[in-house]
Every structure is written in structure tokens, then in C-alpha cells.
């Protein structure tokens, strides 16, 4: 069985559970607090950044781009036509694009922002970054992810999916990211209508189910975040 070094505030490691749940490997997930900076942990991943996964053969694959490219050259070819990589290459690269676009852009301007101030920030010792939550860099977040919202529904108006007209590694990066906003409830969905109905699909996959059954302690989450029907 796989292993997974995860955490439950960290999106990218959403992303990668979300993955490894559609494509049914079975997983044995570990939670795992990178700010502690285990040494166990720091040889797995020098960098000291989540996900970290160990396949079945012991094979170490830290981080979740080179994560999803590993499953995808692992199962992709079993999966044919649901294939989260697609095999034309023109939706490769706006798959990819996407991934980029979120575990970066929208991690650095919303996802970073949110989890460090309302969640983090409570429980570090203030040596290491515990402190009262900057309610600037909230007002930002929150402002900022109004166009990421806009922007999703630009792409979901014009296609099926994010990236094209299949589900994707796309999709499941977005929504991964947008799930820890939704559990603060951050996310203004009724500015988009597009962008909700798109949510709404990936919310109700059995995949999502784990995600939207688990609380972040001290921090209950919004009040539609586990309804399929919000």
C-alpha cells in the first residue's frame, strides 16, 4: 500500500488525496506537520513541503506536481478514457498550466494567505510564527479571490471542464484549493454561477466525500461546506 504524508489545511495535499482517491489507490494517509520540521520527514522532502508519498516498491515522490506525474505514468494508461493527464498535448499543457496556476498563483494570493492567518497562526508558538491573524492579508485574500472565482467560471463557460472537455488534474487542483477557502468560508459563490455548478460537480464525487467529512480543530467549518445542495 502507498503512503501519504499530508496535512489536512494544506490544498496541495487535497489535491493529491482527491487523485489517489479517483483513481482507487489505496492510500494509508499520515498526517504530518512540516512547521516541526522532522528529521525523518526532512529526508524524505528536503525542502520540508507537503505532500510527500512512498509507493508500494518504497519509492519516495516528494511534492505534488512531480506526485501527479508519477500516478499519471503509473495508471494513467489503465484508466483510458478518464485519464486525468490527457493524451493530446495541447491539453497537457493547459492541464498543466492549471496546476501551475493554482498550486502557485492562487496558493500565494489566497490559499497561503487564509490558512496561515485563520488557522496556523493559532497554533504555532510565536518563535516559529504563532501570532494574532493579520487581518490585512485577509482582506487581500478575500478580495483576491474574487477574479480566481471569475476566472474559473470564464474557463467552465466555454468548456466542460477546466481544462477541456474531460475531467482533469485541473479540476481537482482548483477544487482542492478552493475547499480549504469553502471551509473558511471565504468563497463568494454567488458571484459565479458557473463556477458554483462546476464546484458543485466535483463536491458531490465520491472522492470529495473524505474531504467534507473532516473538521480542522478550533476552526468549524462554514455552514455549507458539506452540503452538496449549497
Given amino acids: 500500500m502507498a503512503k501519504l504524508f499530508h496535512n489536512t489545511v494544506d490544498p496541495q495535499s487535497r489535491f493529491i488525496r482527491l487523485v489517489l482517491s479517483e483513481m482507487d489507490v489505496a492510500t494509508d494517509l499520515v ?11 526532512l529526508h524524505m522532502n528536503p525542502a520540508g513541503v507537503l505532500p510527500v508519498m512512498i509507493d508500494a516498491t518504497g519509492l519516495t515522490v516528494p511534492g ?35 496546476i501551475e496556476w493554482f498550486n502557485v498563483k492562487f496558493n500565494a ?4 494567505y487564509l490558512v496561515t492567518e485563520k488557522i496556523l497562526k493559532r497554533f504555532l508558538p510565536v518563535g516559529e510564527g504563532g501570532s494574532s491573524p493579520d487581518t490585512a492579508a485577509i482582506r487581500a485574500a478575500k478580495s483576491n479571490v474574487r477574479y480566481h472565482l471569475r476566472y474559473v467560471g470564464y474557463l467552465v463557460r466555454r468548456r ?32 459565479d454561477s458557473a463556477a458554483k455548478e462546476w464546484y458543485a460537480r466535483l463536491k458531490s464525487r465520491p472522492s470529495f466525500r473524505p474531504l467534507l467529512a473532516e473538521t480542522i480543530r478550533g476552526t468549524p467549518p462554514s455552514s455549507t461546506y458539506a452540503d452538496l445542495d449549497f
Fill in 31 to 41: 498526517e504530518e506537520k512540516p512547521w516541526e520540521r522532522r528529521e525523518a520527514f
Fill in 64 to 98: 505534488a506536481s512531480p506526485i501527479a506525474e508519477y500516478l499519471d505514468e503509473a495508471y494513467g494508461d489503465a484508466l483510458g478514457e478518464q485519464r486525468l493527464l490527457p493524451r493530446d498535448s495541447r491539453a497537457r499543457v493547459e492541464t498543466r498550466r492549471l
Fill in 160 to 191: 466542460n471542464w477546466l481544462a477541456g472537455d474531460r475531467l482533469s488534474y485541473a479540476d481537482f487542483v482548483a477544487a482542492a484549493h478552493l475547499s480549504i477557502v469553502d471551509y473558511l468560508g471565504d468563497v463568494p459563490w454567488d458571484e
Fill in 109 to 112: 494570493e489566497v490559499s497561503e
